[in-house]
Nanobody
Framework: QVHLMESGGGSVQPGGSLRLSCAASGAFLGIEIMGWYRQAPGKQRELVALITRGSNTNYLESVKGRFAISGDFAKKSAALHMNDLKPEDSAVYYC??????????????WGQGTQVTVSS
């Protein structure tokens, strides 16, 4: 069974920085994509950043230049460095992974979510 363990998050003042980490565990062939989505109260879950096995990245327009995603798929992990945080970045952040499972193929998994609060 695949499990995504998240760490990081918390509360910070506007302009501050936080780092989220995500590590995958369990039996699988390899990781295709890792990243984060976020969901604020009353809003739909939205993609924040993704990184592929080939190191291609994709970012939500509003976080470009402020957030940076990195991945070490050999270590089954990824990190999201968030800088110049704004109150509108406040949300629950969910780690996401697309993982190759033997005899099944690519499957999607989610972390438990971690709260990020940006407030003065």
């Amino acid at each position: 069974q695949v499990h995504l363990m998240e760490s990081g998050g918390g509360s910070v003042q506007p302009g501050g920085s936080l780092r989220l980490s995500c590590a995958a565990s369990g039996a699988f062939l390899g990781i295709e994509i890792m990243g984060w989505y976020r969901q604020a109260p009353g809003k739909q879950r939205e993609l924040v950043a993704l990184i592929t096995r080939g190191s291609n990245t994709n970012y939500l327009e509003s976080v470009k230049g402020r957030f940076a995603i990195s991945g070490d798929f050999a270590k089954k992990s990824a990190a999201l460095h968030m800088n110049d945080l704004k109150p509108e970045d406040s949300a629950v952040y969910y780690c996401y992974a697309n993982i190759q499972i033997a005899d099944i193929g690519p499957s999607e998994y989610w972390g438990q979510g971690t709260q990020v609060t940006v407030s003065s």
